[in-house]
């Protein structure tokens, strides 16, 4: 949210041109995407950069959705989505990046996660990471146990810490952290956005023939990631690494 009054569809697409502004992207490179998600950042990278986009996802749904977006986007020769798991691609990229997917990794395929992304990259390539975060402090404690999160909305989850993905990188991969910004903030007033729309449209909501108990359900994990981000306990990061060859000028903040 670059201002007071921005909307959540323009703080979407700020995210989206900041991690394109963090990337150096141009129209010369070749990305790749683990994560397609509903194929947002794609269609707006190709729209904006005019760079060359593949982006992966493991769902149906979103592979489904992404593609018929990216051809009303008009971006279908620049962006090309696949029905793959990151594990399956091939290829060397200039840059690599992923919003919000290692958290479904898993904490045993953390290794495997930054290993695989690191071997997609050419010598001189970066990678942008997005993800939420665990205190360092309690991702022990995290990982073993299932908490509300993991038990009524993504089992099988786990989200990582600071330190678990450093420990990973240096054992699996040769990528260096070159950049990280806390964007904590900027997701307690997401989900607190999320929340307010959500019952602005219960009405639809219940239209779709959810029950009560699904409605209270979604209502506490929004508060709960709410909470989670306004105290702290969860944050949210983007992570800028680079592989060995890369000298991409050092990003510093505007300073008033």
């Given at each position: 949210f670059e201002r007071e009054d921005s909307?959540?569809?323009?703080?979407?697409?700020?995210?989206?041109?900041?991690?394109?502004?963090?990337?150096?992207?141009?129209?010369?490179?070749?990305?790749?995407?683990?994560g397609s998600g509903w194929g947002g950042f794609a269609i707006y990278a190709a729209q904006k950069y005019g760079c060359r986009i593949t982006t992966t996802t493991i769902s149906p749904a979103q592979y489904d959705l992404a593609r018929e977006r990216i051809d009303?986007?008009?971006?279908a020769q620049k962006v090309e989505v696949l029905l793959e798991d990151y594990r399956d691609l091939r290829g060397k990229y200039d840059k690599l990046v992923s919003i919000e997917m290692i958290e479904a990794v898993g904490h045993q395929y953390f290794n495997t996660f930054f290993r695989s992304c690191s071997k997609?990259?050419?010598?001189?390539?970066m990678m942008l990471l997005q993800t939420i975060t665990m205190t360092d402090q309690v991702f022990d404690r995290h990982k073993r146990n299932v908490d509300f999160i993991k038990r009524y909305i993504f089992p099988g989850s786990c989200i990582p810490s600071i330190a678990a993905m450093s420990r990973s990188i240096a054992r699996a991969s040769d990528l260096k952290l070159f950049h990280l910004e806390d964007i904590t903030p900027h997701y307690a007033r997401t989900l607190r956005t999320w929340r307010e729309r959500f019952f602005v449209n219960i009405d639809k909501v219940r239209d779709l023939g959810l029950p009560e108990t699904f409605i209270r359900m979604w209502d506490y994990y929004l508060s709960y990631c709410e909470a989670g981000f306004a105290e702290r306990y969860l944050g949210d990061v983007q992570m800028?690494?680079?592989?060995?060859?890369?000298?991409?000028?050092?990003?510093?903040p505007t300073l008033t």
């Open positions: 909307t959540l569809k323009e703080a979407s697409l700020a995210k989206y041109n900041r991690i394109c502004q963090k990337l150096d992207l141009s129209s010369q490179d070749q990305v790749v995407e683990i009303k986007a008009g971006v997609l990259l050419k010598e001189n390539g800028l690494f680079t592989k060995p060859l890369c000298r991409r000028p050092p990003i510093l």
